[in-house]
C-alpha cells in the first residue's frame, strides 16, 4: 500500500458566498498532497471557481476552514497566501497588458525582488521559450501565450501550491493541448496544483485525483481516470458538460458557415452568368 501524502493544501467543510445569506459552496472539503495535481469539475454553478476565490481570500467564509501545511489560513487575504506560499492564477485579466513578460514576472515578486535572477532561471528552464521573448509586451501574446506567462509570475513566489481557475478557457484546441502540457510540466516541477477546468475530460487525464463539485459540495472524489470511467460520473456530469462544450462549438461555428454561405452563393451564380451571355 503508498504512503500516505503530506498534506499541503486543505478544505473542510467550507461554506462560503457573495452575498449576504447565499451560499456557493456548502460544506466543501478538497484536500491536495505534496506533489499531486488535483481536478476540480462539475457543472455551471457548482462552485468551482468560488472554491478557488475563498481559499485566495476573495470570498467571505462563513463556515469551515482552510489551512495549508497545518497552518489555519482561512480568510486571509491574498498579499499574505502568496507570502506563504499560495499562488493564483484567474481565468482573466491575468497579465499585465501594457508591461513585457519580464515585467510580468517582476511583478510577481513584489515580495521578494531579490530573487528574481534565480526564480527567472527556475522559470526559464520550465518554459525555454520565455527566455527569448523577455521583451516582448503581453498585450501582443496569444491566449495560450499569455496563461503561460500568469502561470509563470505566480511560480515567481516559489508557491508549495498553485490554484488554477480554468486555464483552458477561450484557447483553440491547440493552445488548449498546450496549456495542459505546461500544467503537468509545472506539477513535474514539485508543485502541488489545485486546477479548476471546464475541459473535464482533458483535466482528468492528467490529474492525480479529482473531485466533482455539485451545489457547493464534494459529491465524488477518486483518481483522475477512475473518474473518467466511472458510470454515475459520466451520466450526471460528464455527459452533461460534453453535450455544452459541444453546443459551444456548434454556436460559434454559425457565424463562420453563414460568413461561408453568401461566397458560395455567388460562386455558384458565375457560371450562369457567363453562360447566359453565351
Known amino acids: 500500500m503508498a504512503a500516505e501524502l503530506e498534506t499541503v493544501l486543505k478544505t473542510t467543510d467550507l461554506v462560503a458566498g457573495y452575498l449576504p445569506g447565499v451560499n456557493i459552496l456548502n460544506g466543501c472539503s478538497v484536500t491536495v498532497g505534496k506533489g499531486e495535481l488535483v481536478g476540480i469539475i462539475g457543472p455551471n454553478g457548482a462552485g468551482k471557481s468560488t472554491l478557488l476565490k475563498a481559499i485566495f481570500g476573495q470570498v467571505n467564509i462563513r463556515g469551515g476552514s482552510v489551512t495549508l501545511a497545518g497552518q489555519d489560513i482561512t480568510g486571509l487575504k491574498a498579499d499574505k497566501l502568496v507570502s506563504r506560499g499560495v499562488g493564483m492564477v484567474p481565468q482573466t485579466n491575468n497579465v499585465f497588458p501594457s508591461l513585457t513578460i519580464a515585467e510580468n514576472l517582476q511583478m510577481g515578486l513584489y515580495q521578494k525582488p531579490k530573487i528574481y535572477n534565480e526564480r527567472l532561471e527556475f522559470i526559464t528552464a520550465l518554459f525555454p521559450e520565455l527566455s527569448k521573448r523577455l521583451a516582448t509586451r503581453a498585450g501582443s501574446l496569444s491566449g495560450g501565450e499569455r496563461q503561460m506567462v500568469a502561470m509563470s509570475r505566480a511560480l515567481m513566489m516559489d508557491p508549495s501550491v ?57 459529491a465524488y472524489s477518486g483518481p483522475g481516470r ?45 457560371p450562369a452568368e457567363s453562360s447566359t451571355e453565351g
Do not use: H, W
Open 226 to 270: 477512475e473518474l473518467m470511467n466511472d458510470p454515475k460520473v459520466i451520466e450526471l456530469y460528464l455527459g452533461t458538460l460534453a453535450a455544452d462544450q459541444e453546443k459551444a462549438k456548434a454556436s460559434a461555428a454559425k457565424p463562420a458557415a453563414a460568413a461561408k454561405k453568401p461566397a458560395a452563393a455567388a460562386k455558384a451564380a458565375k
Open 162 to 218: 498553485l490554484l488554477l481557475d480554468e486555464p483552458s478557457a477561450g484557447l483553440s484546441p491547440v493552445r488548449q493541448d498546450e496549456t495542459f502540457i505546461n500544467v503537468s510540466q509545472i506539477n513535474r516541477a514539485g508543485v502541488s496544483v489545485l486546477l479548476v477546468e471546464q475541459n473535464a475530460r482533458r483535466a482528468l487525464q492528467i490529474c492525480d485525483r479529482g473531485y466533482v463539485l455539485d451545489q457547493g459540495r464534494d
